[in-house]
């Protein structure tokens, strides 16, 4: 997660976005997954 991190958006790169990617939309250990929409915005 960025805010873990400590990072902006600008300041990462693919890898730590499409992870980010994964655990807020796909990871089963994540209770509260978001939708693509959320994501896209």
Known sequence: ML???EKY???TD???IYDDELWRRRS???S???GG???AR
Request: charged residues 50%; hydrophobic residues 20%.
């Open 37 to 39: 929409s959320t994501w």
């Open 14 to 16: 693919y890898e730590e």
């Open 9 to 11: 958006w600008d300041e």
């Open 32 to 34: 509260r997954r978001i």
């Open 3 to 5: 805010y873990r991190r």
């Open 28 to 30: 089963v250990d994540n």
